[in-house]
């Protein structure tokens, strides 16, 4: 099972990343998928999630309105559109395959926010 974040960097206030997950080693359209950050020194949190086959997203307060999650089954991918991005942003970003039996995490991106 892996699953590889890909799209993360540093990008100026205002400005906007894309995210890519790609899964491997396991039914991607059977498991709900989600986005984490975590910053250093705190716990890692929720902020946004898509059930699987897409059927409904959530997304912490923090980033509603500006950040996006969408699934291709297809190409076994899930992604986060970062938009109108602001320092507080700046996290390490992981992704993460859930269902009823199984908890998958990637490894993380780093995303910097800062002029």
């Known amino acids: 099972v892996q699953l590889v974040e890909s799209g993360g960097g540093l990008v100026q206030p205002g400005g906007s990343l894309r995210l890519s997950c790609a899964a491997s080693?396991?039914?991607?359209?059977?498991?709900?998928m989600s986005w984490y950050r975590q910053i250093p020194g705190k716990e890692r949190g929720l902020i946004a999630g898509?059930?699987?086959?897409?059927?409904?997203?959530k997304y912490a307060d923090p980033v509603k309105g500006r950040f996006t999650i969408s699934r291709d089954d297809a190409k076994n991918t899930v992604y986060l559109q970062m938009n109108s991005l602001k320092p507080e942003d700046t996290a390490v970003y992981y992704c993460?395959?859930?269902?009823?039996?199984?908890?998958?995490w990637g490894r993380g991106t780093q995303v910097t926010v800062s002029s």
């Open positions: 080693g396991f039914t991607f359209s059977h498991y709900d």
């Open positions: 898509i059930t699987s086959a897409g059927g409904s997203s």
């Open positions: 993460n395959a859930r269902n009823s039996y199984y908890d998958y």
